[in-house]
């Protein structure tokens, strides 16, 4: 079960890295502005309550846990918020 609960995350990272791989490819995807996206409350930083926000504007169901998660994988200093520079 938890070699399963493992695979189902590396399979959702390749998927992620591929859909970086073809925004990077985008000569007009603007990064900034899909930050902008996310950052619902224009406060300069994407906090949990921001991804929920996103999330659910877009039909895609966030709990407060899953993107607390999510910023905990690029939250280097422990704020619990990403700035653009992390993004």
Known sequence: LLAQYFKGIADQE??????????SENSLFQPYEAFRWVDWYSKGQVDPDDII????????????????????????????WLNFNKF
């Open 14 to 23: 390749i998927l992620v890295e591929n859909e970086r791989i073809i925004l």
């Open 53 to 80: 926000t996103f999330c659910s504007e877009n039909g895609v169901l966030c709990t407060y846990q899953d993107a607390a998660d999510l910023i905990s994988q690029y939250d280097e200093n422990l704020n619990r």
